[in-house]
């Protein structure tokens, strides 16, 4: 079965501001010499997603005049203070009329994620009930592919920082796990002490 480009578009949660990093928003951390939020949208785009939503929050004007996001549709999440679960729920606002049949989601902190588990994950897309996840040696991580039929419930559930987390564990026996430990490295920049992760 073929699937066409458009079908399945990337979201990138890069709203957060980086609080213990001394308030330094991930997506402005240098990542092989530009923005990290840069590099997460080539992921996505190299995994095969034409269309990606990029979810800004923390000095949204600098990284908008910082990284190079062109043809990306850039939402602003106005609570990103409220955690990743708000700017889940506005990115999958910015989806709806798009005609768009699943969203790949990843975030902008895990630069160990590349293409490849990407598109390992985009490619397990059957259908809008489609429920996928990367796992690291059998442990659910990112990214993650939701079909549109869970949109609105995972919008409906996601606060706080948990995001997906509550309606992913509701429907655990419907997700299709793609392992991806051999190609991957899962961690997140969130403290001073992975900066040394980046490049």
Known sequence: ???????????VLAAGGGRRLGGRPKALLTHRGRPLV?????VLRAAGCARVHVVLGARADE?????????CVLVDNADWEQGMGSS????????ADSGARAVLVSLVDQPGIGAVAA???????RDE??????????VRGHPVLFGAAH?????????????ARGYLKEHAARIVLIECADVAQPYDIDTEADLAHLE
């Open 1 to 11: 079965m073929t699937h066409t480009d458009d079908e399945v578009a990337g979201l």
């Open 38 to 42: 840069e590099h997460a949208v080539g």
């Open 63 to 71: 990284v908008r005049r910082r990284a190079r996001l062109e043809g």
């Open 88 to 95: 889940l729920r506005a990115g999958l606002d910015s989806l």
């Open 119 to 125: 598109a390992r994950v985009r490619a397990a897309f």
């Open 129 to 138: 009930t489609s429920l996928v996840s990367a796992a690291y040696d059998g």
């Open 151 to 163: 949109w609105a419930g995972i919008a409906a559930s996601a606060g706080g920082d948990r995001g």
